[in-house]
C-alpha cells in the first residue's frame, strides 16, 4: 500500500539547513498497525506528514497505491486526503460551536460523491456509533470529556471510509483509562482491515501495535514486528488495579 526509498526532507532557513529525515526507506502492507517512535526532533512528525500528503520530501519516492505522489496535482492531493487517509490528531481540532455529529459531517461536504444531507446525517451517525458516541450525537465539545473528544475526531476521521487511518500522539492529551479505550476501537479497526500508522512517545501504548518503528536523528534505527497486547486484557486488568486501590483507600 505504502512505499517509501530513501526520502529525504531538509529545511532551509538563510544558509542554515536541517535535515529533519535522511533516508527513510520502508514498507507499509495493507492491513498493519504500525506505531513510528522517536524522542523530539528524530523526524517522526515529519515523516508522518510526508505520509499524510502534507508536505512532499526533498528527495526520494512515496508511492500509495503504486501511484507516485511526487507526481500529483493539489486537486489529486485534495481529494487523496478526504477519501484515502483519515487524520487523527493529539489536539483533537474540533469546532467548538458544533455538535458532534457536525464535526463530524464536515468531510463529507468537500467530497466529490455529491451526498444528499440525509446520506452525510446517516454516515456521521454510523461513524460515531463505531466509537460508542451515538448518543452524544447533539453534545458540542465543551459538553465531552477529553475521551470523548478525541472518539469524535476518530469518528471524523472514520466518516469518509479511509484506507488508512494516521493517528499523530492520539493519547497524548488522555489518560491512562482513556489511552486504553481508544487503542480498542484502533485495535478494532485494524482487524476488520484499516490500515494504522500511530506516532507515539509512549511505549506502553506502542505494545498495542503490530509493528514498531524507531527513529532517530532522520533514521529509521530499528524496524521491528510487535505481538500486539490486547487492549480488552489491558482494561481488565486497570478495572481489578483500580478496585484494589479503592478497596485499600477505603
Same mark, same amino acid.
Given at each position: 500500500?505504502?512505499?517509501?526509498? %530513501? #526520502?529525504?526532507?531538509?529545511?532551509?532557513?538563510?544558509?542554515? =539547513?536541517?535535515?529533519? @529525515?535522511? +533516508?527513510?526507506? /520502508?514498507?507499509?502492507?495493507?492491513?498493519?498497525?504500525?506505531?513510528?517512535?522517536?524522542?523530539?526532533?528524530?523526524?517522526?512528525?515529519?515523516?508522518?506528514?510526508?505520509?499524510?500528503?502534507?508536505?512532499?520530501?526533498?528527495?526520494?519516492?512515496?508511492?500509495?497505491?503504486?501511484?507516485?505522489?511526487?507526481?500529483?496535482?493539489?486537486?489529486?492531493?485534495?481529494?487523496?486526503?478526504?477519501?484515502?487517509?483519515?487524520?487523527?490528531?493529539?489536539?483533537?481540532?474540533?469546532?467548538?460551536?458544533?455538535?458532534?455529529?457536525?464535526?463530524?459531517?464536515?468531510?463529507?461536504?468537500?467530497?466529490?460523491?455529491?451526498?444528499?444531507?440525509?446520506?452525510?446525517?446517516?454516515?456521521?451517525?454510523?461513524?460515531? %456509533? #463505531?466509537?460508542?458516541?451515538?448518543?452524544?450525537?447533539?453534545? =458540542?465539545?465543551?459538553? @465531552?470529556? +477529553?475521551?470523548? /473528544?478525541?472518539?469524535?475526531?476518530?469518528?471524523?476521521?472514520?466518516?469518509?471510509?479511509?484506507?488508512?487511518?494516521?493517528?499523530?500522539?492520539?493519547?497524548?492529551?488522555?489518560?491512562?483509562?482513556?489511552?486504553?479505550?481508544?487503542?480498542?476501537?484502533?485495535?478494532?479497526?485494524?482487524?476488520?482491515?484499516?490500515?494504522?500508522?500511530?506516532?507515539?512517545?509512549?511505549?506502553?501504548?506502542?505494545?498495542?501495535?503490530?509493528?514498531?518503528?524507531?527513529?532517530?536523528?532522520?533514521?529509521?534505527?530499528?524496524?521491528?514486528?510487535?505481538?500486539?497486547?490486547?487492549?480488552?486484557?489491558?482494561?481488565?486488568?486497570?478495572?481489578?488495579?483500580?478496585?484494589?486501590?479503592?478497596?485499600?483507600?477505603?
Amino acid at each position: 500500500m505504502i512505499s517509501l526509498k %530513501d #526520502i529525504t526532507k531538509s529545511y532551509r532557513s538563510g544558509s542554515l =539547513s536541517v535535515d529533519a @529525515l535522511r +533516508g527513510i526507506t /520502508m514498507e507499509i502492507e495493507e492491513g498493519e498497525f504500525t506505531t513510528i517512535m522517536g524522542s523530539s526532533g528524530s523526524g517522526k512528525s515529519t515523516l508522518m506528514n510526508i505520509l499524510g500528503c502534507l508536505d512532499k520530501p526533498t528527495e526520494g519516492s512515496y508511492l500509495l497505491n503504486g501511484e507516485d505522489v511526487s507526481k500529483f496535482k493539489k486537486e489529486k492531493l485534495s481529494q487523496v486526503r478526504n477519501r484515502m487517509i483519515g487524520f487523527v490528531f493529539q489536539n483533537f481540532h474540533l469546532l467548538p460551536r458544533t455538535t458532534a455529529l457536525e464535526n463530524v459531517e464536515l468531510p463529507l461536504l468537500y467530497t466529490e460523491e455529491k451526498l444528499s444531507w440525509k446520506e452525510i446525517h446517516k454516515r456521521a451517525g454510523e461513524a460515531l %456509533d #463505531i466509537v460508542g458516541l451515538g448518543d452524544r450525537k447533539k453534545h =458540542s465539545p465543551n459538553e @465531552l470529556s +477529553g475521551g470523548q /473528544m478525541q472518539r469524535v475526531a476518530i469518528a471524523r476521521a472514520l466518516v469518509t471510509r479511509p484506507s488508512v487511518l494516521l493517528a499523530d500522539e492520539p493519547t497524548g492529551n488522555l489518560d491512562s483509562r482513556t489511552s486504553l479505550e481508544i487503542m480498542d476501537i484502533f485495535q478494532r479497526l485494524n482487524r476488520e482491515g484499516l490500515t494504522i500508522l500511530m506516532v507515539s512517545h509512549e511505549p506502553d501504548i506502542a505494545r498495542f501495535s503490530k509493528r514498531i518503528t524507531i527513529l532517530r536523528d532522520g533514521l529509521i534505527i530499528s524496524d521491528k514486528p510487535n505481538t500486539p497486547r490486547s487492549s480488552a486484557d489491558a482494561i481488565a486488568q486497570w478495572k481489578d488495579e483500580a478496585e484494589i486501590m479503592s478497596e485499600e483507600t477505603a
